[in-house]
T-cell receptor, first 115, second 110 residues
Framework: DSGVTQTPKHLITATGQRVTLRCSPRSGDLSVYWYQQSLDQGLQFLIQYYNGEERAKGNILERFSAQQFPDLHSELNLSSLELGDSALYFC??????????????FGEGSWLTVV | ELKVEQNPLFLSMQEGKNYTIYCNYSTTSDRLYWYRQDPGKSLESLFVLLSNGAVKQEGRLMASLDTKARLSTLHITAAVHDLSATYFCAVDGGTYKYIFGTGTRLKVLA
């Protein structure tokens, strides 16, 4: 158990709908990362937050948005869902101190199936 | 833009054999990470390599980093079935944007 908690674990929804994925980082971690894993695209970096502020952005679609709240939990919002959005969405967290190696720890992921 | 490539993508090997997985990256970095993922599961941190020449070993796995060549290797010694998994390297390009390689799916045959 990495200490990173993600909910829901599984989600099935229809095209055009909107979902919210939630992540609670490890105790003491200030950084949260979101990744999308699909069979054809591998593990894609979406976005990173540090202490409530967006720090780095990757290949995140405009239909997707995220935020990190004052209590450091984060939410990833996916809207106007398409079949191709079906994937395993990981949240990860880290202390975000480069000199300490800054390993990022992954949650169990949220399986999203769009039908 | 930082790109991270691994090879091979698939590796099927006999138990007891040795093999090496390669991770190449395109821009300067002195932070490289190796992860293991079992099917449908989360990613587990294996090694953190923080400088040129760094070498880490755990059991039958040994990882090394050559920052000048922008290359990391994950060496498997005397493979056993329990090592079957997908292995990813990830590079910190200096912007906290950890970019993962394509992954190497390892299958160890009895």
């Amino acid at each position: 158990d990495s200490g990173v908690t993600q909910t829901p674990k599984h989600l099935i929804t229809a095209t055009g709908q909107r979902v919210t994925l939630r992540c609670s980082p490890r105790s003491g971690d200030l950084s949260v990362y979101w990744y999308q894993q699909s069979l054809d695209q591998g593990l894609q970096f979406l976005i990173q937050y540090y202490n409530g502020e967006e720090r780095a952005k990757g290949n995140i679609l405009e239909r997707f948005s995220a935020q990190q709240f004052p209590d450091l939990h984060s939410e990833l919002n996916l809207s106007s869902l398409e079949l191709g959005d079906s994937a395993l969405y990981f949240c990860a967290s880290s202390v975000a101190v480069r000199d300490r190696g800054n390993t990022i720890y992954f949650g169990e992921g949220s399986w999203l199936t769009v039908v | 833009e930082l790109k991270v490539e691994q090879n091979p993508l698939f590796l099927s090997m006999q138990e007891g054999k040795n093999y090496t997985i390669y991770c190449n990256y395109s821009t300067t970095s002195d932070r490289l990470y190796w992860y293991r993922q079992d099917p449908g599961k989360s990613l587990e941190s294996l090694f953190v390599l923080l400088s040129n020449g760094a070498v880490k070993q755990e059991g039958r796995l040994m990882a090394s980093l050559d920052t000048k060549a922008r290359l990391s290797t994950l060496h498997i010694t005397a493979a056993v079935h329990d090592l079957s998994a997908t292995y990813f390297c990830a590079v910190d390009g200096g912007t906290y944007k950890y970019i993962f390689g394509t992954g190497t799916r390892l299958k160890v045959l009895a």
